[in-house]
């Protein structure tokens, strides 16, 4: 028996990384690719129906066992996600551009967001920051500050002149890390700027899988700095699926620690003795996470009505 890291899957085919460093391309068995889950027939106590079937494939990240030449099985993941298909991830390095394109705060929110849903670390990184006046740098870096205090890391990067480089080096050192945020905010100029040749790397790999120019299609791992950097597809529609409105408050952590004069209340505007709203208008809480918290549960309100017709 043994264990391995999964780099890659193409095909039906993983490629494993093992714990002698040797790498091995393998396939899992049956038993992999479904799980059923069964309710008891109230009618028939003896019968059982399927609920739901659900994909149970290894996935990129997995720690994979590995028994007569194949996956057996894969040890408990710490998490996973679905866009981009991947486990057991340390942190995801989101990447905001200062300028071209606008900073958007309701972007970075409905990316922390789901990040936190899926109880993964996030790490912001502002990029092009040599696009802004010292006023406009100062003045986003002041409104930053308080996702600073929320607990969030912020890092501010020029890739081109390598300003902040080093530190979000020294942030991928012995971790998985996923790159995602906004489109047009220069993620594959950091990293080429971070891991010198990266790119150039993957697009080699492309090439021998005879794939010619690299377009990222799966989701890969690269060992670097005693870690793993995904080169991922990353998340091809961001949204609000899967999470409801009554748990979106927990997750925007810094509305917690403020009261309402009702225990069902959903935080919305308009609503009298909210305590949220009422540390919005003292300034205690950001207005655009306010705003941000506002636009989601509307839109996560608007999918609940029509998936039951309300």
Same mark, same amino acid.
């Given at each position: 028996?043994?264990?391995?890291?999964?780099?890659?899957?193409?095909?039906?085919?993983?490629?494993?990384?093992?714990?002698?460093?040797?790498?091995?391309?393998?396939?899992?068995?049956?038993?992999?690719?479904?799980?059923?889950?069964?309710?008891?027939?109230?009618?028939?106590?003896?019968?059982?129906?399927?609920?739901?079937?659900?994909?149970?494939?290894?996935k990129v990240g997995d720690i994979a066992?590995?028994?007569?030449?194949?996956?057996?099985?894969?040890?408990?993941?710490?998490?996973?996600?679905?866009?981009?298909?991947?486990?057991?991830?340390?942190?995801?390095?989101?990447?905001?551009?200062?300028?071209?394109?606008?900073?958007?705060?309701?972007? %970075?929110?409905?990316? $922390?967001?789901?990040?936190?849903?899926?109880?993964? &670390?996030? +790490?912001? /990184?502002? !990029? *092009?920051? @040599? =696009?802004?006046?010292?006023?406009?740098?100062?003045? %986003?870096?002041?409104? $930053?500050?308080?996702?600073?205090?929320?607990?969030? &890391?912020? +890092?501010? /990067?020029? !890739? *081109?002149? @390598? =300003?902040?480089?080093?530190?979000?080096?020294?942030? %991928?050192?012995?971790?998985?890390?996923?790159?995602?945020?906004?489109?047009?905010?220069?993620?594959s100029t950091l990293i080429n700027a971070?891991?010198?040749?990266?790119?150039?790397?993957?697009?080699?790999?492309?090439?021998?899988?005879?794939?010619?120019?690299?377009?990222?299609?799966?989701?890969?791992?690269?060992?670097?700095?005693?870690?793993?950097?995904?080169?991922?597809?990353?998340?091809?529609?961001?949204?609000?699926?899967?999470i409801s409105k009554d748990e979106l408050?927990?997750?925007?952590?810094?509305?917690?620690?403020?009261?309402?004069?009702?225990?069902?209340?959903?935080?919305?505007?308009?609503?009298?003795?909210?305590?949220?709203?009422?540390?919005?208008?003292?300034?205690?809480?950001?207005?655009?996470?306010?705003?941000?918290?506002?636009?989601?549960?509307?839109?996560?309100?608007?999918?609940?009505?029509?998936?039951?017709?309300?």
């Amino acid at each position: 028996m043994e264990k391995g890291r999964i780099l890659n899957l193409c095909g039906g085919v993983y490629k494993v990384l093992l714990e002698d460093g040797s790498i091995v391309s393998i396939k899992a068995r049956g038993k992999l690719r479904y799980e059923k889950k069964y309710m008891v027939n109230e009618k028939s106590l003896s019968k059982k129906e399927v609920l739901t079937t659900v994909k149970n494939t290894p996935k990129v990240g997995d720690i994979a066992v590995i028994e007569n030449g194949m996956i057996d099985h894969y040890q408990i993941r710490k998490n996973e996600m679905v866009r981009p298909d991947i486990a057991n991830v340390d942190q995801i390095l989101l990447v905001f551009a200062a300028k071209e394109p606008d900073f958007s705060f309701f972007l %970075l929110d409905l990316f $922390l967001v789901n990040i936190l849903k899926q109880r993964i &670390k996030p +790490l912001i /990184v502002i !990029s *092009k920051i @040599d =696009k802004l006046s010292e006023e406009e740098f100062l003045d %986003l870096k002041e409104k $930053l500050s308080y996702y600073e205090a929320m607990g969030y &890391k912020v +890092l501010y /990067v020029d !890739s *081109k002149h @390598d =300003k902040g480089i080093d530190l979000v080096r020294d942030e %991928l050192r012995g971790k998985i890390t996923v790159l995602s945020g906004q489109t047009g905010a220069g993620k594959s100029t950091l990293i080429n700027a971070v891991v010198p040749g990266f790119l150039l790397k993957t697009q080699e790999i492309s090439q021998a899988l005879g794939r010619g120019k690299h377009t990222t299609r799966e989701t890969s791992l690269y060992p670097y700095l005693g870690g793993f950097i995904g080169d991922t597809p990353g998340f091809s529609k961001l949204d609000v699926i899967g999470i409801s409105k009554d748990e979106l408050s927990s997750l925007f952590v810094d509305f917690d620690g403020y009261s309402c004069r009702f225990s069902d209340c959903n935080h919305t505007e308009g609503i009298k003795g909210c305590g949220i709203h009422e540390a919005v208008c003292e300034g205690k809480v950001l207005a655009s996470r306010y705003d941000s918290y506002n636009k989601m549960y509307k839109e996560i309100l608007k999918k609940w009505k029509y998936l039951y017709q309300y």
